[in-house]
């Protein structure tokens, strides 16, 4: 009772509801980049900030790497594009555009392979820079044609099977609507406690990710019935010393505001930043058969 009091207190001093994070914990410092997409990053980085910030446990700075003559996202906090990343914990991209400097690439791969840095991909952030070497061994896999490198899928059997490049098909979205997301490693400190299976609201079911998918590990999936395959929708990527959590995850508003997809991603992005997850799940998390939503 009096620990519920002190926790209580410890809230309202705070300023912010009870949303999960320890009210004693250090905010992590999160940079959001966007600016280009060829989805609507205006309407999502604002959900991705407040799915950050509604956890208690990050500060979320917006640095938009506009086209020029293009104006701001509807966001309160924004710094200037390139950030300087010494200032932060994780790097969040919602970035699918044209390259980044040369000296913020650098940067960028010394921070995470140094294990100074974490590195969060959503959805089409892993359409970006399909000729930057080092970001492709960052993400893993994403969205390139067959030619571009192996495949990763689970059999029915939940077995890893890699399909050499230039077999299957290239990237694409063979199946949308709403679907149950399979969780395949049940000990990861990011998908602990969840249900075994949760339905996850309408969104795209990434398919034929491909890559070089190096130090890989395959969290969750989705069975496509445009493959018919498992799909990869939750995995890590070691890189150096650094953490990679990656979803394709996350095609708009409506996807993100699945309570299951807040909760992977304000999860995945405290295990990028610090190896370890503090936050909760929320206790109305989606189950087997029923989309929870955030609102
Ligand atoms: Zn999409």
């Given at each position: 009772?009096?620990?519920l ?10 300023g ?28 999502t ?7 950050l ?39 969040l ?18 921070r ?9 991909i959503v ?10 070497k ?19 899928k689970?059999?029915?059997?939940g ?30 400190p ?10 996850h ?9 491909r ?7 395959v ?12 799909e990869p ?12 959590f ?9 996807a993100?505001q ?8 304000a ?7 610090t ?11 989606p ?9």
């Open positions: 009772m009096r620990a009091t002190l926790f209580a207190l410890a809230v309202l001093v705070a912010r509801p009870a949303a999960g994070a320890r009210p004693d914990a250090p905010k992590l410092k999160v940079v959001l980049v966007d600016g280009q997409n060829n989805h609507n990053w205006r309407a980085t604002p959900v991705l900030k407040k799915i910030e509604d956890s208690g446990r990050f500060t979320v700075d917006v640095s938009s790497n506009l086209k020029a003559g293009d104006k701001p996202g509807a966001v309160e906090k924004t710094v200037p594009f390139p950030p300087d990343l010494s200032k932060y914990d994780v790097l991209s919602n970035y699918n555009g044209a390259a980044w400097p040369k000296e913020f690439e650098a940067g960028l791969e010394e995470l392979r140094d294990g100074k840095l974490g590195l969060v959805h089409a952030a892993n359409n970006a820079f399909g000729s930057w080092e970001y492709n061994l960052m993400i893993g896999m994403g969205w390139r044609d067959a030619k571009f490198g192996e495949r990763l689970l059999d029915d059997a077995k890893e099977v890699r399909v050499p490049k230039g077999e299957d098909l290239g990237s694409g979205h063979r199946t949308t609507g709403k679907w149950p997301v399979v969780v395949r490693d049940a000990e990861h990011v998908t602990k406690g969840m249900p075994r299976e949760w339905m609201n309408n969104d795209e079911l990434y398919d034929n990710m890559g070089p998918i190096q130090n890989v590990k969290l969750a999936t989705a069975f496509s019935k445009g493959t018919m395959a498992h929708m939750i995995w890590t990527v070691d890189y150096g010393k650094g953490r990679v990656h979803t394709p995850m996350g095609h708009d508003v409506n993100m699945c309570l299951g997809f807040a909760a992977t991603v999860r995945g992005t405290e295990w990028a930043a190896g370890k997850v503090t936050l909760p799940l929320p206790r109305d998390f189950t087997a058969t029923e989309v929870r939503l955030t609102k």
